[in-house]
């Protein structure tokens, strides 16, 4: 048994020797804060990326891109991550290692949410808790506390002129590309677009195996909506039960969980805005189908400092392992903090026209310069003029209330006559106006979701005396959905049988391992340690009866077998893996095999 060992340290430990993660560049000392997924894992992490895929993006109806991972630095000016996207550093003056000054609060006092404070403070409770350097004890208190930011800078080209960033969120490549994805989705709203890709950022300590990384992948998905007309489909997840932990009970000494349904969440003002509403509701259903255990599982509001530079209100999924809470996705409302200010930032176009219901008659102020004074008197910039003189009357009509107007063109600034911009206020129809769409993001990271998916999956019990550990994967994410092995190697009809069986279950479109080596006790046990749902082997009894050929298939978390026709294995698996099928149906309809009759 393993009771000693932290559930994170027992599932590294699982996941480096049965191949799903394990520190990357180990042959050159590796790299702290980068992972290898190893052929399990990448199969896991793959397998959760198609199931995010298939409800976020297919069955929403939504767009999928995928934009370079590397931007220009316009767009992180525009977005604000090179001003605002910092963590706070504090180092340590003995052996210089750096540390997340609101992390070493958080890990060494009762404050659970010390990012929120501001650096005076948290240099002030550094010093009064005379908190240490957690790699040499080293003393901490009085040692500035920085911002640092998480950027990871390089050049494009040769050279520096051109500098650019890693980006530190797959979102900005949605939202740079707005103007073009608005095109495809026929310039109406509502609409979303999806991207699934890495993100990296510099993290000032990386921890906790997967949780903390400089490279990662996210999931995300920006929800485009009109703000006064566009509502989510409430009612499809208005009776989802969920448990929600509000700032307001989170900033109470007595606060606790409330337990609810998305619908009366909405309805009761918890949940601030429906759509976000809409897509916890979806992601409880989406994490519990991939295996998340759901009392382990919370949805968590951001206290008012802890929110993102973009978020007017954002709520956290999150989940419990080894006792602390792991976010482990977020949903926040950006507003149209991103479309605006790549709009101010960039000459293209981040508005959607918004049509009136009926045609609506306005006053609109206009100018009208009189070229034929214009033109002598400002010469070549007699052209910037005029524009710079619509634009303003456009703009702020009280500037035409004198008897002069300045305005400003390439740099200089020009004095008009009002009688010679012919200004006037016309009355004008118009069939709508311009609007920047608001933003809903669910954003999902996928390492995170592995991590809690296989530190939930992860389970002990003994069979045939003997005890066992095994993952109890959801069929939808496991890496591997049959083993099937002959029951004895040095056979060949029954090394052939199972060779078939193989070859006839991938062309079926399942994934399968083969394995003959060692007993079948030990086979069984190497693939529930990987989480395979169901093992197939092939025995003498299938092959010798009366009847026509069987096999037997054993259920991973039960360990009990039923004897199948091997003409009903395919129908009967697609069955069980999709979950149209109980096991238990299977074990009604076939013979039980005793147990350790074929170990
Ligand atoms: N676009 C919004 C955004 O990036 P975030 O809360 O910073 O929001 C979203 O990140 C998700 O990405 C988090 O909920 C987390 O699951 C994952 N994530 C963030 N930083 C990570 C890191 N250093 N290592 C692994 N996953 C990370």
Known sequence: MSADRTEGERLVELAKRRGYFFGASGAYGGASGFYTFGPQGAALKSNVEDAW?????????????????????????????LDGFDDMLVECPECGTS?????????NTDIEDAESLPISEVEDLIADHDLQCPNCGGRLSGEPVE????MFETNI?????????????????????????KEYARNSLPFGATQIGRAYRNEISPRKSIVRTREFTQAELEQFVDPERDEPDLADVADVEVTLYPASEQADEDGSYVETTVGEAVEDGIVGDAWIGYFLGIAQEWYQRVGVDMDRFRFRQHLAGERAHYAADCWDA??????????IAGFAYRGDYDLSKHGEHSDD????????DEPKTVEKSVVDPDMSVLGPEFGGDAADVQSALEELADRDPSAFEGETVRVTAGGDTYEVDVDVANFRVEEQTVSGEHITPHVIEPSFGVDRTVYTILAHAYHEDEVDGETRSYLSLSPTVAPTDVGVFPLVSNVEELTARAGDLVDDLRESGFSVVYDDSGSIGRRYRRQDEVGTPFCVTVDRDGLEGDGPDSVTVRERDTARQVRIPVESLVTELRAVTSGDRSFDALVETYDLVAPGTDA
Not at 147 to 150: A, E, I, M, V
Not at 318 to 327: A, L, P, R
């Open 318 to 327: 999150e989940s419990e392992v080894d006792g602390d809470w792991i976010e």
């Open 349 to 356: 176009d981040f508005t959607i026209f918004r049509q009136f």
């Open 53 to 81: 895929r298939e409800r976020f993006t297919v069955q929403e109806g939504n767009f999928e891109i995928e934009a370079p991972t590397i931007m220009p630095e316009p767009v992180f000016e525009a977005s604000g991550h």
């Open 147 to 150: 911002d640092f930011n998480l």
């Open 99 to 107: 540390h997340r000054a609101d992390h070493l609060i958080e890990d």
């Open 157 to 181: 080209g040769p050279g520096s002129s051109t500098p650019g960033y890693l980006r530190p969120e797959t979102a900005q490549g949605i939202f740079v590309e707005f103007p073009r994805i």
